[in-house]
């Protein structure tokens, strides 16, 4: 199974030879808890977002994918939280994830149980112990840490 993923990796790093854009979305609910996913793919937690498809804008992704996984609407952007472009963060495929800070409001719900196994939103100094999915979990740090990161 590893030498299939290795070589589909591969294959896909040759077809597009470019890292692919997404977004990684904190998502502060009104009584300021942020909302956290837990994955499906790997049972880790981590923050809502995804890849952005052809003919989306940025802002576009986050108000889609925000509603695809918690089934919370965004209110407003508030923020961006940085830039994330390390090669090996996301461990599918290289990709350029852009982080953004939103308000949202509703009622949070699993709205696509193949991705997203449970959402919860937490007070800051609650967050979940543990390892994080992706790099979510320096994502959350640099946010907390009042950071705009370009890494």
């Known amino acids: 199974m590893r030498r299939i993923w ?23 609910m ?3 808890r942020i909302v956290l996913i837990r994955r499906r793919d790997n049972g880790l937690w981590g923050l809502p977002g995804g890849m952005v498809d052809w003919g989306e804008t940025v802002p576009t992704v986050v108000e889609r994918e925000l509603l695809e996984e918690t089934g ?26 852009c982080v953004v800070e939103v308000e949202a409001e509703g009622e949070m719900r699993v709205t696509d149980p193949m991705e997203v196994l449970d959402v919860k939103a937490f007070h800051p100094h609650e ?9 979510h979990r ?9 950071q705009t990161t370009l890494a």
Do not use: N, W
Not at 13 to 26: A, K, L, M
């Open 127 to 135: 967050m979940p112990e543990g390892r994080y999915s992706h790099d």
């Open 6 to 28: 290795h070589f589909t990796k591969t294959v896909i790093g040759i077809i597009f030879r470019h890292p692919v854009p997404g977004t990684s979305i904190i998502a502060r």
């Open 72 to 97: 919370l609407t965004l209110v407003r952007i508030r923020r961006l939280v940085g830039v994330y472009s390390d090669p090996d963060r996301d461990p599918r495929i290289h990709s350029v994830c």
């Open 138 to 146: 320096r994502q959350l740090d640099d946010y907390l840490a009042g």
């Open 30 to 32: 009104p009584d300021d």
